[in-house]
């Protein structure tokens, strides 16, 4: 399982263990952190920040950088390829994040690696004119929208940097367009992640990934 996030390996792995009181795993499951790169980041001032790709700003009703994402995309695809190599269909693999980390997931998922065991994306949003949807309309129009992978997303209705209706939209809309969708919402989550969340987020995978 891939979990991305705008920080270091280690840092999301702290943070999870900070929240959970234990390590975040499974018994038979090999989970993959990765770090962001530092790059330019528009909506910090143009401030070298630790980013996956590129926003004007951090709102949905901007055009999306696409020539970023793409080529994190790529590069993150690098790291998926190696695990296939290695013996790991697709079928067994996850990918997901948080916040900026979980927009990579549903690019990555949803467009170039559409043969995963699914996807997560908490506190996260996609662009009003994000490439991922023109992706779930080439799969409704070919009749294989139901081949795509099962979203599990979350997010907090206190969240002051990515807004609770953002992250509604994009499931939604994934759901209107027959993606099979799980999604969880908090009252009082701001933009961080809680125990609840997180154990709902392990039962969803060992579903997705059971122990064979």
């Not at 999301?12 to 770090?35: A, N, Q, R, Y």
């Not at 690019?107 to 043969?115: A, E, P, T, V």
């Not at 949807?133 to 990515?162: E, M, R, W």
């Not at 009082?188 to 059971?210: F, G, I, S």
């Amino acid at each position: 399982m891939f979990c991305f996030r705008c920080d270091t390996a280690n840092g999301i792995k702290d943070w999870l263990h900070s929240v959970l009181g234990k390590e975040f795993s499974f018994p038979h499951i090999k989970l993959v952190f990765t770090s962001a790169p530092p790059r330019p980041y528009t909506a910090n001032a143009g401030r070298l920040s630790t980013v996956w790709y590129d926003r004007k700003r951090i709102v949905p009703n901007v055009p999306e950088d696409r020539e970023s994402v793409d080529l994190m995309c790529q590069q993150i695809g690098e790291f998926v390829e190696e695990e296939t190599t290695g013996g790991i269909p697709k079928s067994r693999i996850v990918l997901g994040g948080i916040s900026m980390g979980g927009g990579l997931a549903l690019h990555l998922g949803y467009r170039f690696h559409q043969d995963v065991a699914g996807v997560f994306a908490l506190s996260s949003f996609l662009n009003k004119d994000s490439s991922v949807y023109q992706s779930i309309q080439d799969a409704n129009t070919a009749g294989s929208v139901s081949s795509l992978p099962p979203l599990f997303a979350c997010h907090g209705k206190a969240d002051p940097l990515v807004i609770y209706d953002w992250g509604k939209k994009y499931v939604d809309n994934f759901t209107a367009a027959g993606i099979s969708t799980e999604f969880h919402s908090f009252p009082n989550l701001a933009h961080e992640m809680m125990e609840d969340e997180l154990n709902l987020l392990q039962d969803w995978v060992m579903k997705r990934l059971p122990d064979k």
